[in-house]
């Protein structure tokens, strides 16, 4: 399995970012689907989260009401679109899947729930 993330780069405060986060050579469906992200120094936290079964998405209140994360079954790939972002959302920007896991809002996902990740795609917003 594969996951392959694009769609990072320098923004100024504000501005808008989206990223990707393509399947390679395998269907989505079966999978929760995770953004996470690790800021210089800080431990790696989700964001947003795609449970599996109900589709359900949720976000961590840090990005709530900014970002939005969708999802797309026909091209096997999820996207993470970030708004107003702040110099606080300077980060590593991870995509990450497990299969079959249901999740809510609540508790926030942790890493060791999710085997499969992506490489990773930069973000800096700063002035």
């Known amino acids: 399995l594969r996951l392959v993330e694009s769609g990072g780069g320098l923004v100024q405060p504000g501005g808008s970012l989206r990223l990707s986060c393509a399947a390679d050579g395998f269907a989505l469906d079966n999978y929760a689907i995770a953004w996470f992200r690790r800021a210089p120094g800080k431990e790696r936290e989700a964001v947003s989260w795609i449970s599996y079964g109900d589709g359900g998405t949720h976000y961590a209140n840090s990005v709530k009401g900014r970002f939005a994360m969708s999802r797309d079954n026909a091209k096997d790939a999820v996207y993470l679109q970030m708004n107003r972002l702040t110099p606080e959302d300077t980060a590593t920007y991870y995509c990450?899947?497990?299969?079959?896991?249901?999740?809510?809002?609540?508790?926030?996902?942790?890493?060791?729930?999710?085997?499969?990740w992506g490489q990773g795609t930069e973000v800096t917003v700063s002035a």
């Open positions: 990450a899947l497990s299969s079959g896991l249901r999740l809510g809002p609540v508790p926030i996902p942790g890493r060791r729930s999710f085997g499969t």
